[in-house]
């Protein structure tokens, strides 16, 4: 069975960020004992307090044989003053080394989040100048409107101009006809009246012209020749 | 209820029957009272920026005390005393 309806967090702290560690462990006195023994023997007792409980203790384990002194008891004293003398030395030089290594990682962490952040703030910057050409579209589309509407313009122009030339083509087409037309009707009306006057010369009529003009010549011979 | 809310330190000397009767002797209970006693210990002695020896020799001494009361019956005997 499911126990929905428990509270799966009972503490408002388990989000992020994870609340940092605490800069010191609990107080620890000799490298083994709590300081809360010391503090809660300190009332009754005072600062020694602990101390003798402890030497009698001590005493005590010895005397009863609860604690028996054989060989390995000569090796725990040889290897603890070894370890002791060990972590007296060189505990610092260890702690360094150890904080330093701390350091890096936590220098390498930010150093991964200032360049997360300052490229963001480039592709921010980035995205403003879009921001900013996109709106020059406009000039551009107003450009190419204009052209558009120049083209559209041109076109129109030409067709006029074709259409002004077709109709003059055909209009001087049909004065063309007119005056040929009329030109055809003169000339036939010329044909036909010579040739009716030419006919009504009768040959009479030719003869008395002929004479006319004979009689008209020698006088007028006369009249030259006086005249030279 | 409150009491076995609160930690054992807190708890009064009288009140400890009633305390151990409120506890939770399953199997799941006993891992999680340990689970609970490590997590404590491990983030007030180990789990820190600057820790120090502290934290391990603790823990080293206890398992000294530890396999010391395991082995007392067969240090004390006499002819272990005698061999060595």
């Known amino acids: 069975v499911l126990h929905a309806t428990r509270q799966l967090h009972t503490t408002q702290q388990r989000l992020a960020p994870l609340p940092p560690l605490p800069e010191k462990g609990g107080e620890v006195r000799h490298g083994l004992i709590p300081e809360e023994f010391f503090q809660f023997l300190y009332p009754k007792t005072g600062v020694t307090g602990p101390y003798v409980f402890g030497t009698g203790l001590l005493l005590y384990l010895l005397s009863k044989e609860i604690y028996v002194v054989n060989h390995e008891t000569v090796a725990a004293i040889c290897i603890l003053s070894v370890i002791i003398y060990g972590v007296k030395k060189y505990g610092s030089a260890v702690a360094d080394f150890a904080d330093k290594l701390n350091e890096e990682k936590v220098a390498a962490a930010l150093a991964v989040k200032n360049e997360a952040i300052n490229s963001l703030e480039t592709a921010i910057e980035e995205e403003k100048k879009e921001q900013w050409r996109a709106e020059g579209c406009s000039y551009l589309f107003d450009a190419k409107r204009n052209n558009v509407a120049m083209l559209l313009e041109t076109n129109y122009r030409e067709r006029l101009l074709t259409v002004y030339n077709e109709v003059k083509k055909r209009l001087d087409y049909q004065v063309a006809m007119q005056n040929l037309k009329r030109q055809k009707e003169q000339d036939h009306m010329i044909q036909w009246v010579e040739k009716s006057v030419v006919q009504s010369i009768t040959p009479q009529q030719q003869k008395e012209s002929i004479a006319k003009c004979i009689l008209d010549l020698k006088a007028l011979s006369k009249s030259a020749q006086a005249a030279v | ?84």
């Not at chain 2, 009272?33 to 120090?52: H, M």
Request: one cysteine or more.
């Open chain 2, 1 to 84: 209820g409150p009491l076995s809310a609160q930690p054992l330190m807190d708890v009064k000397l009288g009140e400890l029957p009633a305390w151990l009767i409120t506890c939770n002797f399953s199997l799941q209970g006993m891992l999680g009272g340990v689970q609970k006693a490590w997590s404590s210990y491990y983030n007030k002695y180990i789990n820190v920026k600057r820790g120090g020896p502290a934290g391990i020799s603790m823990l080293l001494a206890g398992y000294c005390l530890l396999s010391y009361g395991w082995n007392y019956q067969h240090i004390s005997k006499i002819s272990f005393l005698v061999s060595v």
